[in-house]
């Protein structure tokens, strides 16, 4: 059964940083896509960036420039660095594949303060 843990949320200032975390257990890491999702309150989940087996990303435009995926196939982690934060950017964030493939983790909170 695949298991997911997301680390690394907390408060912060508009245009300060946070790097998230998710350790994936369960699977052979390295063949799947990944994807960070996020909640903001009051709305559905939205995917906010993928990265794919090989390594290539893709973002939405809300945080294109500013956030960047990675992962560690070692670490069976995949990361998203977020930069320049934005109050909108509070929400829930979560790990899972870009079609929502696994069950859903805790998430870890990111609140960005003005």
């Known amino acids: 059964q695949v298991r997911l843990v997301e680390s690394g949320g907390g408060l912060v200032r508009a245009g300060g940083s946070l790097t998230l975390s998710c350790v994936v257990s369960?699977?052979?890491?390295?063949?799947?896509?990944l994807a960070w999702w996020r909640q903001i309150p009051g709305k559905q989940r939205e995917l906010a960036a993928v990265?794919?087996?090989?390594?290539?990303?893709t973002y939405d435009d809300s945080v294109k420039g500013r956030f960047t995926i990675s992962r560690d196939n070692a670490k069976n982690t995949v990361y998203l660095e977020m930069n320049s934060l934005k109050p909108e950017d509070t929400a829930v964030y979560y790990c899972?594949?870009?079609?929502?493939?696994?069950?859903w983790g805790q998430g870890t909170q990111v609140t960005v303060s003005s």
């Open positions: 899972n594949t870009p079609n929502k493939f696994w069950s």
């Open positions: 369960g699977i052979i890491f390295k063949f799947n896509a």
């Open positions: 990265i794919t087996a090989g390594g290539s990303t």
